[in-house]
């Protein structure tokens, strides 16, 4: 979710042009609410953040676009050869064995220590890289991008000095009352009484594309859930999946992010799951914390 996701292939409430086994839809039962369907009668034909996308995302490389290279390692370069935990696939090492596969976790603590709720300190290697970039993919993605208060914290905690300084006010712009208005969102960002708003990223994997040292770039692979769940909702709380790709400089002794752009998918082929009513999906978002992603 750059400042949010756009749901395209794989979204069951959208046509797709093929579908799966060729019937041209996917199959998706909805929570029986008698005739108001889902949550209250709203079936969403897109993500409630698809608008963000659309005009934060944009502002946000245009922002950035100056800082994505400079200062940068000239050595970097492709991680399809690199050692174990890059994310990269399987290779052979440097003793004439196979690397650890993409999927494998690197078996070290992510880090200890936290700045403004966020993990911080991440190693300044591949494994310590993708970590970071997978952690800051979870407040980027939160709730609290939508309040400027802690927007501008968690921007200052996880981009360049530079680049924070730049995207600011952008993303001030972006996240308009107006904005916030047609998410169904009062002007602190805040869903109506007797609603929960919801903004959660899950990140699935990462992949180092290139890494120089003090530079890197990385993919974020990643689930996102985002709407209002309430009785009244016409943005019921929906699924997406996004890849997120961080620009990242080693700076001031962790890991921050230059810039970053986003693209849809993969998506995998929705499961025949009843959709939950919007009191479970509150009392889910209320009960179930998060977690401090590690490689």
Known sequence: MSLGDSQSNGDPTRP??????????TRTRY??????????GARRTRSSRG????????????AAIAFANRGGDDSAKSDTASTAGSGSGSTSGSAGQPDAAATAAS????????????????????QGVQSAAANYAVSLGSTGM????????????LFTTEAAAKLKAPLDKAYSANLLTRLGLD????????????????????????Y????????????????????KSTNPVTSSWNTWT??????????????????????????????????????????????????
């Open 51 to 62: 608008t963000v996308t659309a005009v934060g995302v944009v502002v946000l490389l245009i």
């Open 146 to 157: 939508f309040r400027k208060d802690s927007r501008n914290t968690i921007v200052d905690a």
């Open 107 to 126: 078996g070290e603590q992510p880090v200890t220590k936290k700045a403004a709720n966020i993990p911080s300190g991440f190693a300044h290697n591949r």
């Open 212 to 231: 120089g040292g003090a530079t890197a770039t990385v993919e974020v692979w990643y689930v996102g859930l985002s709407g209002i769940a309430g009785d």
């Open 246 to 295: 961080y620009d990242m400089r080693w700076s001031g002794g962790d890991w921050k992010i230059v810039s970053y752009s986003e693209k849809d998918g993969p998506t995998p082929v929705p499961g025949d799951d009843r959709a939950a009513a919007s009191d479970e999906i509150s009392k889910a978002i209320d009960e179930y914390g998060g977690f401090t992603y590690a490689r």
């Open 31 to 40: 929570h029986d609410q008698g005739s108001g369907g889902v949550y209250g």
């Open 16 to 25: 797709d042009d093929g579908g799966y086994g060729g019937t041209g839809q």
């Open 187 to 210: 002007a602190n960002g805040n869903a109506p009484e007797g609603s929960t708003f919801v903004s959660r990223v899950t990140p699935v994997g990462t992949k180092t594309v290139a």
